[in-house]
């Protein structure tokens, strides 16, 4: 038939015997139907892309206390629109100093491509970005956040030598860096776990436990999946 299968695959389906069937052959049927099959993920009752969402946005909160921790200005899901290119940066924060930093966040490393090439475009664009919100244009770092895992240090194990290449800079010369941006700016990759460890409870790093607005919230418990991202020092988010 149109679809490429067996009869009998046909049969189980028209029965309702799914067990049996493989995916694909399932997607040929409905594909000559004009039909799509469309899978929702759930985990302990919630949704993967609701939990995905909300451990990326855990992420965030965990680079925005990080980077002010050390001095900087953060602005959350910085949009812009430049050229055509439309899009927003995860953190994008500066230093007194007029470095800039370009954060993107991974809860999981997807397409290892697309990973690179959009943290290159946002840090390309970084200084026109900066220049719109009034900001001294300086070096431009870029980093990319990835939550601790063993999935996403396998993927990035596997195409390391991609990796390598565009982010370079090893997680301890990117943290060094952050706490003192002097010398050429870092390009490479933190995992949370890294991030633990930063001393957010000192008197350099401590928040008010109650946030205002344009205050940073108290300090936030990385295993609490919260799914609302922080506005740091003041610098709303313009997105």
């Known amino acids: 038939m149109r679809a490429g299968v067996s009869r009998s695959t046909i049969s189980r389906i028209e029965s309702g015997r799914f067990g049996r069937v493989a995916i694909d052959g399932l997607e040929r049927v409905l594909d000559a139907l004009d039909a799509r099959l469309e899978l929702d993920v759930r ?9 995905v969402d909300e451990r990326h946005a855990t992420i965030i909160d965990a680079s925005v206390w990080w980077v002010v921790g ?3 200005e953060a602005v959350v899901e910085a949009s812009f629109s430049l050229w055509g290119e439309r899009g927003s940066i995860d953190v994008f924060a500066r230093h007194p100093t007029g470095a800039l930093l370009v954060i993107e966040v991974k809860a999981s490393i997807g397409d290892v491509n697309q990973t690179i090439i959009g943290l290159d475009r946002k840090a390309r664009l970084a ?16 980093i990319l ?10 993927r990035i ?7 390598r290449t565009a982010l370079p800079a090893t997680t301890s010369a ?3 860096w952050v706490r003192s941006p002097v010398g050429p700016p870092p390009a490479g990759i933190v995992f949370l776990a890294s991030l ?8 350099r790093g401590r928040a008010p436990r109650s946030a205002g607005p344009g205050q940073a919230p108290s300090t936030p418990d ?11 020092h003041g610098v709303r988010n313009r997105g």
């Open 43 to 51: 985990w302990r009752g919630a949704a993967l892309d609701r939990l």
């Open 70 to 72: 050390d001095g900087w």
């Open 127 to 142: 200084p026109q970005i900066a220049r719109e919100r009034g900001w001294p244009l300086g070096p431009v770092a870029r």
């Open 145 to 154: 956040v990835v939550g601790e895992g063993t999935t996403s240090r396998s």
């Open 157 to 163: 194990h596997r195409h390391e030598t991609a990796f």
């Open 174 to 176: 990117c943290r060094a």
């Open 196 to 203: 633990n460890s930063h001393p957010m409870n000192t008197a």
């Open 222 to 232: 990385l295993s609490s999946r919260s799914p609302r991202a922080p506005i740091a």
